[in-house]
């Protein structure tokens, strides 16, 4: 039964096709132009607006089976993979072209693949017209024939939930002809587009609860399948890996740029949102054809489907890409940075007052708000006054980290344009500001050893943080961070 509806669907697609005569093929007339695809998140050059007519788009992907390694801790998976990388690359057209693609799947491999352009009209998306096993490939041409951002991934019979969670999905952009424009028809431009690619990982583990390793995609297919059928996903991660668009991977702009950012998940919802940015215009569901949405926070991105969203960046700084669903972004993996070059505008954002000590008027509210609560439940009295005779010694404490916090005004400065992104909140593995058990270990190690860390970079962190700083400021900011847990 698990493989009777692509099967009976496929005998009718082939029925239909071959009672119905072609029609006459207008693409064999039109001038052709080939492209080389590119790894995400970066897209390949493109005209935003058509400046001819309509014409043949030559793409060529070639399957890669392959262990991957998908987190810090050297967790594994055995991925398939479209030119090998998750996703696969975005294509870019526009409405009215003709994508010709050529399927490529080496004999080195050891199962047999396809794909399904959700673009496409007819034949599955294209998925019965490009089977090919190992040691095959097929070409298959389709209309884009509507605008819009859309999901192609494998969909070979009886397997297409193992192919997709396994890495073989990517995105098709097929731009209007006179390009992106808003609602009253005003033209709308990008400086540069990114694609993120969404996947839901399911990592079997073994009796001691440990990720396990396989030595071939054949051995993971039975235990990989158990565990999606519990539909909780072990990791959740963009373009293939926990952190793979941090550090060295993250996303760049600078103060004024437009982004596209491109983002697609061909298996379940998603809520993207740009901690410290929006969504200018966004078209959730992903066509061009529907007026974008504007200056949204969060946006939804259906199982199956992509979405597009642009923003001009305002501020400099780490700005965390991530699945707001926040437990899949800081737990599993589903979080990534853009990171931004310029000058801070004050107008937009300004601390008016550095963390310091409560002020006496509002300790004094404080207290008079504790004491009332107290002589309201007498019951609690005892341990009311126990709390005010600890008070004077908490106070002590407080005054102490915030002296110290506050005595590296530069480094603070640095902090909160620049670091706050990751070391706020504890993403990406960076020491959560004022997290003893985090810090401790470094703080071991010396501070000559963390500035090592500022300067050069270390896994997300880019280097000097993804500042201008120099060594002396980089090293307050260190030093700001440090005070807090002393």
């Known amino acids: 039964m698990k493989a009777f509806r692509p099967t009976l669907l496929a005998a009718v697609m082939t029925a239909l096709m071959a009672g119905v005569p072609a029609l006459a093929d207008t693409a064999d007339k039109l001038d052709r132009v080939k492209v080389d695809l590119i790894a995400p998140p970066m897209v390949h050059k493109h005209e935003q607006k058509a400046t001819t007519g309509p014409k043949v788009v030559e793409f060529s992907m070639t399957i890669e089976e392959k262990k991957i390694v998908i987190d810090d801790k050297g967790t594994t998976m055995q991925a398939m993979t479209f030119n090998g990388s998750m996703?696969?690359?975005?294509?870019?057209?526009?409405?009215?072209?003709?994508?010709?693609?050529?399927?490529?799947?080496?004999?080195?491999n050891a199962m047999p693949h396809n794909v399904d352009f959700h673009a496409a009209t007819g034949a599955l998306?294209?998925?019965?017209?490009?089977?090919?096993?190992?040691?095959?490939?097929?070409?298959?041409?389709?209309?884009?024939?509507?605008?819009?951002?859309?999901?192609?991934?494998?969909?070979?019979?009886?397997?297409?939930?193992?192919h997709v969670v396994s890495g073989m999905s990517g995105t098709l952009m097929v731009l209007p002809r006179e390009g992106l424009k808003d609602p009253e028809g005003k033209p709308l431009h990008y400086d540069k587009a990114y694609t993120i690619g969404e996947f839901d990982l399911y990592i079997p583990k073994d009796e001691n609860g440990k990720y396990k390793?396989?030595?071939?995609?054949?051995?993971?297919?039975?235990?990989?399948?158990?565990?999606?059928?519990?539909?909780?996903?072990?990791?959740?991660?963009?373009?293939?890996?926990?952190?793979?668009?941090?550090?060295?991977?993250?996303?760049?702009?600078?103060?004024?740029?437009?982004?596209?950012?491109?983002?697609?998940?061909?298996?379940?919802?998603?809520?993207?949102?740009?901690?410290?940015?929006?969504?200018?215009?966004?078209?959730?569901?992903?066509?061009?054809?529907?007026e974008p949405e504007k200056n949204l926070e969060t946006w939804f991105i259906r199982g199956g489907s992509a979405g597009a969203a642009l923003y001009t960046f305002k501020q400099p700084g780490v700005y965390a890409y991530v699945n707001h669903n926040l437990i899949e972004a800081f737990e599993l993996g589903a979080a990534g940075h853009f990171v931004v070059e310029g000058k801070w505008n004050d107008d937009l954002m300004k601390q008016i007052k550095a963390p310091g000590p409560i002020s006496k008027e509002n300790a004094a509210m404080l207290d008079a708000k504790a004491k009332k609560q107290a002589?309201?439940?007498?019951?609690?009295?005892?341990?009311?006054?126990?709390?005010?005779?600890?008070?004077?010694?908490?106070?002590?404490?407080?005054?102490?980290?915030?002296?110290?916090?506050?005595?590296?005004?530069?480094?603070?400065?640095?902090?909160?344009?620049?670091?706050?992104?990751?070391?706020?909140?504890?993403?990406?593995?960076?020491?959560?500001?004022?997290?003893?058990?985090?810090?401790?270990?470094?703080?071991?190690?010396?501070?000559?050893?963390?500035?090592?860390?500022?300067?050069?970079?270390?896994?997300?962190?880019?280097?000097?943080?993804?500042?201008?700083?120099?060594?002396?400021?980089?090293?307050?900011?260190?030093?700001?961070?440090?005070?807090?847990v002393q």
């Open 87 to 108: 996703p696969g690359p975005t294509m870019v057209v526009h409405e009215g072209d003709y994508v010709e693609i050529t399927l490529v799947n080496p004999a080195s």
């Open 213 to 290: 390793d396989y030595k071939t995609l054949a051995d993971s297919y039975a235990e990989t399948v158990e565990v999606m059928r519990t539909l909780t996903p072990t990791h959740v991660v963009f373009n293939g890996k926990v952190g793979a668009l941090t550090g060295e991977g993250a996303m760049k702009a600078k103060v004024g740029e437009t982004v596209l950012m491109i983002h697609s998940q061909a298996n379940r919802d998603t809520r993207p949102h740009l901690i410290g940015g929006h969504g200018d215009w966004v078209w959730e569901t992903g066509k061009f054809a529907n």
């Open 375 to 484: 002589a309201a439940t007498p019951a609690k009295a005892g341990a009311a006054k126990q709390a005010a005779a600890t008070a004077p010694a908490a106070k002590t404490v407080a005054t102490a980290a915030a002296s110290k916090a506050t005595s590296h005004p530069a480094g603070e400065k640095l902090y909160k344009s620049a670091c706050v992104a990751c070391h706020s909140t504890g993403v990406a593995n960076a020491p959560k500001l004022g997290d003893k058990a985090a810090w401790n270990p470094l703080i071991a190690k010396g501070i000559d050893s963390m500035m090592e860390v500022a300067l050069k970079g270390k896994g997300a962190m880019p280097p000097r943080g993804a500042s201008s700083a120099d060594d002396a400021t980089l090293r307050a900011a260190v030093e700001y961070m440090i005070g807090t």
């Open 125 to 162: 998306g294209g998925a019965k017209l490009t089977n090919v096993n190992p040691g095959e490939q097929a070409t298959m041409r389709f209309k884009a024939d509507r605008s819009g951002v859309f999901v192609y991934h494998c969909a070979p019979e009886g397997m297409v939930p193992w």
